[in-house]
């Protein structure tokens, strides 16, 4: 088959339907799955009935049951052992990684300064802000000047702090801590 030019439309179109009309031509269905128990089933004593466990007969119809009482060839939770809902292999045990020797231990983390007065103002200023947008949300009234406040104090501690960030790191400094 030659290869079609991008304006011919139809040649496109024969391409493609040639391509679905062989589409289930273009690999090979796999080999059925054996029966989920056929250990089991070969366990299984023999049906005097002629019933297999669907409970029909080989020629598809169900067995008379007039008069006579049902024997039942597998006991109740035979079935259920029969018609799992899912079927996964037996665990193997795995052995347990061996533990290394040396554990690292990390060293204690010193106590945290105690800011500045003007880095603690700066984020209770962001906090008020915080709080006053939570309160308008759930519909809280509030006087206009505790919003132009909140307002301040944001823009204020905003400032305080970029203000405060250092200006430069030491040379031998990459940020990574180890």
Known sequence: MSAPRDDDREAIDRAFAELVAGYHLTADR???LPPLH?????QLP?????????GTNPTGTTPPTAGAPASNPLPSTAWADNHPLFVS?????????????????????PPLTR???PILLAWVGIAYAAIVVLLAAFGVRLPSWLGWLALA????????????L?????PDDDGAVV
Do not use: I, K, M
């Open 30 to 32: 796999p080999d059925p």
């Open 46 to 54: 023999p049906n005097p009935a002629g019933t297999n466990t669907t």
């Open 153 to 164: 104090g944001f823009l204020g501690g905003f400032g305080v702090l970029v203000f405060n």
């Open 89 to 109: 292999p037996e665990p193997t045990p795995v052995a347990p990684d061996p533990e290394p020797d040396e554990r690292y231990v990390p060293d204690p983390q």
């Open 166 to 170: 250092p200006r430069s790191r030491p």
């Open 38 to 42: 056929a250990d089991r089933d070969a």
């Open 115 to 117: 800011p500045r007065l």
